[in-house]
T-cell receptor, first 111, second 114 residues
């Protein structure tokens, strides 16, 4: 199957770290992505990781991949109110262009 | 670069009417994708093109939906006749190639069919 699952909602306080989790069922995934969607806008690519990597860091963002458990996470350090959005996990299998998206996690940042 | 351009941004129509959504991909990108986003089904790939040729249309819901890409800088998604269950946000995305990892999304067209 090609299911990609995420929790629906996460609330964190400004300045804290946020961890958004994603699980998938297809072990042949090649690339895994995190997209951000702000209200009324399209999806913006935040970062991606190739399946032979365990971790990728980009400024405040850290992606961790556990291939054995088919688990992907996105950590946002020092979360700001501007980080409030829906975050989508997506995967690509092989060289196919098709991306399979998760249901999205709504991140709410409170003061 | 202006990014992926979609029009209209909002469309309200009555059931049975024809709806045409338009997309201009990023210049130089060879692959174009149409997605639909709803609360119930999330984000679904409808169809994608590579070098103006439809590669995978398995996500197109039914014959009422059709998509064309007459040239490298323009694509349309048409719904005829439209139904209330077609109400959704339709996104267009483009990438440099089929295998290039980054898809760039347009702002979407919010469609409401009454």
């Amino acid at each position: 199957g090609e299911d990609v699952e995420q929790s629906l909602f996460l609330s964190v306080r400004e300045g804290d770290s946020s961890v958004i989790n994603c699980t998938y069922t297809d072990s042949s995934s090649t690339y895994l992505y995190w997209y951000k969607q702000e209200p009324g806008a399209g999806l913006q690519l935040l970062t991606y990781i190739f399946s032979n990597m365990d971790m990728k860091q980009d400024q405040r963002l850290t992606v961790l991949l556990n291939k054995k458990d088919k688990h992907l996470s996105l950590r946002i350090a020092d979360t700001q109110t501007g980080d409030s959005a829906i975050y989508f996990c997506a995967k690509r299998t092989g060289t196919a262009s098709k991306l399979t998206f998760g249901t999205g996690t709504r991140l709410q940042v409170t003061l | 670069d202006a990014g992926v351009i979609q029009s209209p941004r909002h469309e309200v129509t009555e059931m049975g009417q024809e709806v045409t959504l338009r997309c201009k991909p990023i210049s130089g990108h060879n692959s174009l994708f149409w997605y639909r986003q709803t609360m119930m089904r999330g984000l679904e790939l409808l169809i994608y093109f590579n070098n103006n040729v439809p590669i995978d249309d398995s996500g197109m819901p039914e014959d009422r939906f059709s998509a064309k890409m007459p040239n490298a800088s323009f694509s349309t998604l048409k719904i005829q006749p439209s139904e209330p269950r077609d109400s959704a946000v339709y996104f267009c995305a483009s990438s440099l190639s089929q295998t290039q990892e980054t898809q760039y999304f347009g702002p979407g067209t919010r469609l409401l069919v009454l």
